[in-house]
């Protein structure tokens, strides 16, 4: 060590060359480095979506979603399949084993692919093949342009002028477009009609496919040249389309399309409203690359809507901006970095002298810059949560820098300004800056290794955090000293130490004589302390999943009753938009809503239901405005109370950034048992709803939707010559359309449908006049071998792991209880009350309470981790078993301030909180690490009492301690005030990691060397 130490500060000139090129790669590392708003992590799931227009969802489940289920049944690595089958959609969620690697979960993926590719039994009229998507970060969009304009005409031509160009815009991967009515060609058949001229459906299908062709019909083989042959007879408008003869004879009669039906070209059914600005709009959702940077993608982005001429009379808005958090992120790091140098600078010129503190300051822009080169490497980019590490580790960052500067300057101190007093200096430091470095890394590396999904967004912190902390080391060991020295035969003014710090100093040393004599006492007094700490935080401090009060993002679902058409939907929810149009714009940045689904995938243009609305709205960051999110929420609820009686529901939910832990309260019932499976969870229902502190208590059992069965006579239909799938067909075709085709129209595609006139979808007695054609071509009516039949079908059927589903979920009132206590409190009434009740229903638990059990054991077994690996780093380097514990009970210690800091700012504890915890392990250990070390020096050194010698290190590494605490704890205060940004995420991180150290620190001043007093006392006595 001394010789790397001395070959450093024998050679000035390569240190400063190094310095230099470390800040120019640094810094054109960063320029160049992608940025993003979260990290792109693949969520091991597949989503597979089947689109079967017009069938009900018992024939959804039965002949799409079953068909897939049992399809996969063999695949291995798949953790559990779950499957919602709805009218004219199924969709199967496919969830990998997370224990996979990342290579083995690709292969699983790519045998689910090739089965679903292989499954032959589904429906030939499902409207394309089964869609498979990979959920993962980088498919959310970065932002929403929403498009609103006087009429849809004059809005669709704008979206299209910006949607080629903004495909074109650097960075951008795709554009969604919501709320966009493609055109289509109808064929609207009056029934009557067919019945006059004997045609059918069918008919009509096959002589529109026979007229639209484009065939090949080989070469010519011609001189000079070789000519193709091609068969063109491509329908263009309606009028071809009206003209096409279904028959004729040799009279010179036809029937043609006209006779029978009105062809109309126009835009699709209205299915699905964007709300933006309290009008109907058309929202672009642009995605970016994977490895595009969000800053400029879009920079990027709104530089084409500056440069775009606008049609008259439309305008956009911008909603759902992730660069924001970015940028936050970004200036959080700056003005943070910028107060801890200002905080470092200002200390260590306090308590040392002007050079000391600017050498040791300049540490932290040289270790971020040296990291920066190595996040390619480790597969990091600029992102929320790696930006959260760099701020996270900032207050860490100069501790070991501070112990060497702090050595060399007491060495100068004593007047030993040479090189080899230098080198001696640093050497007799390394050994505990090596072993506090390592610690600390150890804390923080099991987080690397943290199972599931949360493990996967929080990977970037703790990889930052050691980086940084190995950047640090190698700049405080090699580059700080040579800084610090000067040439040889130079004088150099020596500051000597402050009175201020000789007070300090005395002051301890008074206060350590009297705490070390009654050592017991004290120290019974602190273990009662820390039980008392244990038994409040139980008790009175709740403990949630992830933060809410610093959020930024809300939904407000609706739902109306079954059947309610989306025009009445969408007028029913205008009052609410008036409301939260009117929040004041300190507080709310955008909002934007959807009008027929509520789901939380606003970039997808498929609207399934039509008594459903969400609103998604996005608030300004929290230091910027007075009231949190829920206060926000609690006044709108008060408000909307007048306009809120049409609906069945009305939900609101705070959405943070991150992984999501789903609901506070959720229990799945799984039965194929119906009645069992209903009547527990209606029993479950009333016994959450009765629970102190829930609200919005709710199954997902939805009201069955009217419906006409038909009920088909068997033999009649076998004697007519009839087939039921082509009673399905002809029946689908003539109320929901069949697609026969598709025309070209410039760069847009335009669906040929078939389907009866609008004013015949309505009356069931057209159903039965229907005329179907039999094998022999003679046309039957449907009455003629079916009845209709009035009943109720399920809208949503669900089903688990090849069980049906039912899903109890709700939400609790802060303050009043939390998710793990209702979900204890719900296990034990399940356990006694339904459990033997309703042998045929399993019950798992979902939601936040879930999720908490689960992060308590994940973290337990990680800090159980960290605590012995640093136990045996220690034992290592003391060669003892005896010291390294005395060194460890730092840790224990953290806890008070830890609780008692969260107690008094009235926080909740929560998953982050904890994470921070794990980290405070390793940093709090370094303290009475270097405090340790330099008792057994100055025992070794002198020949002083043993008492003598633990107060004299004690008051050595007095200056230090002081000097790395409130650097640490001042690194972090920023962010836990959000006086350079705040951000709801990575506070409790910070909040742990600044108190607990602070307060462990003033108390390792004095219980560690009360412990090392006990165990010389016994070593006496032997």
């Not at 006209?258 to 642009?286: E, F, G, M, P």
């Not at 072993?435 to 150890?442: K, L």
Request: glycine fraction near 6%; proline fraction near 4%.
């Amino acid at each position: 060590m001394k010789y790397l130490i001395n070959f450093f500060l024998e050679r000035k000139l390569l240190v400063n060359l190094l310095v230099i090129m470390v800040f120019l790669a640094g810094i054109l590392t960063v320029l160049t480095m992608q940025k993003e708003g979260i990290p792109n992590v693949t969520i091991n799931q597949l989503v597979v979506t089947t689109i079967y227009p017009g069938a009900a969802p018992s024939d959804i489940e039965l002949n799409v979603s079953m068909v897939i289920e049992d399809a996969l049944e063999e695949t291995e690595g798949i953790e559990s399949i779950s499957s919602v089958s709805q009218e004219g959609l199924s969709q199967v969620v496919i969830e990998i084993d997370g224990n996979l690697n990342d290579r083995e979960a690709d292969d699983v993926k790519r045998d689910i692919e090739k089965t679903i590719d292989r499954i032959s039994e589904l429906p030939k009229d499902i409207l394309k093949k089964p869609i498979i998507m990979e959920i993962k970060t980088s498919m959310f969009p970065i932002l929403e342009v929403n498009i609103q304009g006087k009429n849809e005409t004059s809005v669709r031509k704008m979206t299209d002028k910006l949607d080629l160009k903004l495909r074109r815009a650097s960075g951008v991967s795709k554009i969604s477009k919501v709320g966009y009515r493609d055109k289509e060609i109808r064929i609207e058949v009056d029934p009557s009609k067919l019945k006059s001229t004997e045609t059918s459906i069918t008919e009509i299908l096959n002589v529109v496919n026979a007229n639209n062709i484009r065939l090949s019909g080989g070469i010519l083989e011609t001189t000079p040249k070789e000519k193709s042959v091609i068969t063109v007879k491509e329908l263009k408008e309606p009028k071809e389309i009206k003209n096409i003869i279904i028959r004729s004879n040799f009279s010179g009669n036809n029937l043609k399309i006209k006779d029978i039906a009105n062809v109309v070209k126009d835009y699709k059914k209205q299915d699905l409203y964007v709300r933006s600005n309290n009008q109907t709009s058309i929202s672009l959702c642009i995605h970016k690359k994977e490895s595009a940077d969000i800053l400029k993608t879009i920079r990027a982005v709104k530089k084409v809507l500056n440069s775009t001429k606008w049609e008259e009379g439309t305008s956009y808005t911008l909603s759902n901006d992730l660069s924001k958090y970015t940028k936050n992120r970004l200036d959080m790091v700056i003005s943070n970095g910028l107060m801890g140098m200002v905080l470092v600078f200002g200390l260590l010129w306090l308590f040392l002298d002007l050079k000391t503190a600017f050498w040791t300051s300049f540490g932290i822009p040289f270790s971020f810059l040296l990291s920066f080169l190595f996040f390619k490497q480790l597969g990091l980019t600029l992102n929320a949560l790696s930006l959260g590490g760099l701020i996270l580790v900032l207050g860490m960052l100069v501790d070991d820098a501070i112990v060497v500067s702090e050595s060399i300057h007491k060495t100068k101190e004593e007047g030993k300004t040479s090189t080899k007093d230098i080198v001696e200096a640093v050497a007799d430091i390394a050994f505990p800056v090596i072993f506090s470095i390592v610690t600390t890394i150890v804390a923080f590396l099991p987080l690397i290794f943290l199972p599931g999904i949360m493990g996967k967004f929080i990977y970037a912190i703790p990889a930052v955090v050691i980086l940084v902390l190995l950047a640090s080391l190698f700049e405080s060991l090699f580059i700080l000293p040579t800084h610090l020295s000067h040439k040889e035969g130079k004088k150099e003014k020596i500051v000597g130490k402050k009175k201020f710090m000789i007070a300090l100093e005395n002051g301890y040393r008074k206060t350590l004589t009297i705490v070390i004599k009654h050592k017991f006492k004290f120290l019974l007094f602190i273990f009662l302390l820390f039980i008392f700490s244990i038994w409040y935080a139980k008790k009175y401090i709740p403990f949630y999943f992830a933060p809410v009060e610093g959020a930024t993002e809300f939904t407000i679902k609706f739902e109306t009753p079954i059947g309610t058409p989306i025009e009445k939907t969408l007028k029913m929810i205008s009052p609410i938009e008036n409301l939260v149009a009117q929040l004041p714009k300190e507080e709310m940045e955008s909002f934007s809503g959807r009008v027929g689904y509520d789901s939380q995938i606003y970039w997808s243009n498929l609207g399934t239901d039509s008594n459903r609305a969400i609103l998604y709205v996005y608030l300004t960051p929290k230091n910027t405005r007075e009231r949190t999110a829920q206060e926000i929420i609690d006044k709108l609820k008060q408000e909307m109370k007048p306009h809120v009686g049409g609906f069945e529901k009305v939900i609101t939910e705070i959405r943070a950034r991150g992984p999501q832990a789903g609901k506070a309260i959720s229990i799945q019932l799984l039965s194929n048992d119906e009645a069992q499976k209903n009547a527990a969870a209606n029993a479950l229902v009333t016994f959450l709803q009765k629970t102190k502190g829930t609200s919005e208590i709710e199954d997902d059992v939805a009201e069955g939707k009217e419906e006409l069965r038909l009920n088909i006579d068997n033999e009649k239909i076998s004697m007519l010559g009839l087939d039921i799938y082509g009673v399905a067909s002809t029946l689908r075709t003539a109320f929901s359309g069949t697609t026969i085709t598709s025309i070209r129209e410039g760069n847009e595609s335009i669906d040929l449908i078939v389907k009866l006139a609008p004013e015949f979808r309505k009356d069931s007695n057209n159903l039965l006049e229907l005329p179907i054609m039999n094998k022999e071509g003679k046309l039957i009516r449907v009455k003629n071998f079916a009845t209709l039949d009035p009943h109720k079908n399920t809208p949503t059927i669900v089903r688990y792991d090849r069980l049906g589903s039912i899903k109890v979920e709700g939400n609790i009132v802060k303050g009043e209880t939390t998710a793990l206590e209702v979900m204890k409190k719900a296990k034990v009434f399940i356990d006694s009350k339904l459990v033997d009740k309703y042998p045929a229903v399993t019950f798992e638990y979902k939601g936040e309470g879930k999720e908490t059990m689960d992060s308590f054991a994940d973290i337990g077994k990680l800090f159980v981790i960290a605590v012995i690996s640093i136990y045996f780093i220690l034992i290592l380097g003391f060669g003892s078993f005896i010291e390294p514990i005395l060194i460890m009970t730092a840790i224990p210690l953290s806890i008070m301030p830890v609780i008692l800091a969260f107690a008094l700012h009235g926080k909740p504890l929560t998953f982050q909180a904890l994470i921070g915890f794990v980290g405070l392990a390793g940093v709090v250990v370094n303290d009475s690490l270097i405090m340790v070390d330099q008792i057994k020096k100055v025992d070794s050194k002198t020949h002083k009492q043993c008492i003598d010698c633990i107060i004299e290190g004690s008051v050595t590494r007095l200056r230090p301690i002081i000097l790395t605490t409130v650097t640490t704890v001042g690194g972090v205060v920023p962010m836990i005030y959000g006086l350079g940004g705040y951000d709801e995420y990575l506070m409790p991180m910070a909040m742990s990691l600044g108190y607990g150290l602070l307060g462990a620190s003033l108390l390792t001043l004095f219980v560690v060397p009360c412990f090392i007093a006990i165990v010389d006392g016994f070593k006496k006595r032997k």
